[in-house]
């Protein structure tokens, strides 16, 4: 089963800064299959990245993904209020099981 | 409107039972496999079970493999979950999960709102 860990496991950014979230696996992600996501309180979580760096329907171009084999990288050009939330990084491409970071949660500072 | 909508969560003793529904509108469901994804409180996602559109395909985490059986009814558009012998460590906000296609591509594009399981004497 591959761990991913995410880091950090919290930042603090102020409205229309740049945060960039990191995703580790212990082992290589297999044809990039890693995707994003976003979960505000009492929410469910949903889905802003696949494939390392595609974005999903109606997902603003402010978010970005990328990165290969162990590393990846959730990028936010310009937060905006409405960002402030925990991410989750989760692999597929070892499946089953699909297996998720912990998550990294994004303040407001 | 798309949409997931869970049910069926509850307290529960150890060793008892559930069963999670969960109801899909707004979509053709039998297009899409489905899953069961859950978040113990102040944790993080876990996945539970899927199921293929025809129920030919089944998985499930080693967590619960042996104890959870999920199923689904095309014809009534619904997903379930029965949970049998409960540990305390099967609390969880339980998620239904749609996956991006029939077959298991193994990653979710719409989220129900969740079902809370809590399993205390």
């Known amino acids: 089963e591959i761990v991913l860990t995410q880091s950090p496991g919290t930042l603090s950014l102020s409205p229309g800064e740049r945060a960039t979230l990191s995703c580790r696996a212990s082992?290589?992600?297999?044809?990039?299959?890693l995707a994003w996501y976003q979960q505000k309180p009492g929410q469910a979580p949903r889905l802003l990245i696949y494939?390392?760096?595609s974005r999903a329907t109606g997902i603003p171009d402010r978010f970005s993904g990328s990165g290969s084999g162990t590393d990846f990288t959730l990028t936010i050009s310009r937060l905006e209020p409405e960002d402030f939330a925990v991410y989750y990084c989760?692999?597929?491409?070892?499946?089953?099981?699909?297996?998720f970071g912990q998550g990294t949660r994004l303040e407001i500072k | 409107e798309v949409q997931l909508v869970e049910s069926g969560g509850g307290l529960v003793q150890p060793g008892r039972s559930l069963r999670l529904s969960c109801a899909a509108s707004?979509?053709?469901?039998?297009?899409?496999?489905m899953h069961w994804v859950r978040q113990a409180p102040g944790k993080g996602l876990e996945w539970v079970s899927g199921?293929?559109?025809?129920?030919?395909?089944?998985g499930y985490a080693d967590s619960v493999k042996g104890r959870f059986t999920i199923s689904r009814d095309n014809a009534k558009n619904s997903l379930y979950l029965q949970m049998n012998s409960l540990r305390a460590e099967d609390t969880a906000l339980y998620y239904c999960?749609?996956?991006?296609?029939?077959?298991?591509?193994?990653?979710?594009?719409?989220w129900g709102r969740g079902t809370l399981v809590t399993v205390s004497s």
């Open positions: 999960a749609k996956d991006v296609a029939g077959a298991f591509h193994w990653y979710f594009d719409l």
């Open positions: 199921i293929s559109w025809n129920s030919g395909s089944i």
């Open positions: 707004g979509f053709t469901f039998d297009d899409y496999a």
């Open positions: 494939g390392a760096s």
């Open positions: 082992q290589s992600v297999s044809s990039s299959y």
């Open positions: 989760q692999q597929y491409g070892s499946s089953p099981p699909p297996t």
